[in-house]
């Protein structure tokens, strides 16, 4: 079987940005089994997260990385983003997170 291991942690902690920021985050990772590994799907637990993975088979000790992009646009406070990597591993998925808070955008003066 393939072996999908991260070479960081499987959450990354992005602090605290000003709403509408975008955080991006490359989550390295490298095939420890010894047949190619294919990533089947990956979604998020919300449409302001887009993942980026590779379509091609990641060898035996190959590494490869998922890009994972957050838009902050309307979202304030704490924030915990879930990605989940579907794969031809056991288990068959491996779940990923984005955490921080986000400030709320200074209120336009709204005073005529």
Not at 25 to 35: I, L, Q, S, T
Not at 94 to 101: S, V, Y
Request: proline fraction near 9%.
């Amino acid at each position: 079987m393939p072996v999908f291991t991260l070479s960081d942690s499987s959450t990354y902690e992005f602090g605290t940005i000003q709403e509408g920021a975008v955080v991006e985050h490359d989550f390295k990772f490298r095939n420890d089994g010894e047949y190619p590994l294919i990533l089947n799907n990956i979604t998020s637990s919300c449409g302001c997260t887009t993942p980026e993975w590779p379509k091609d088979p990641i060898g035996p000790k190959q590494t490869a990385s998922i890009k994972v992009r957050f838009d902050s646009k309307n979202k304030t406070g704490p924030q915990v983003k879930t990605i989940t990597v579907y794969a031809n591993t056991e288990p068959a998925y491996t779940e990923l997170r984005l955490k921080g808070i986000v400030n709320a955008a200074p209120k336009p003066d709204t005073l005529n």
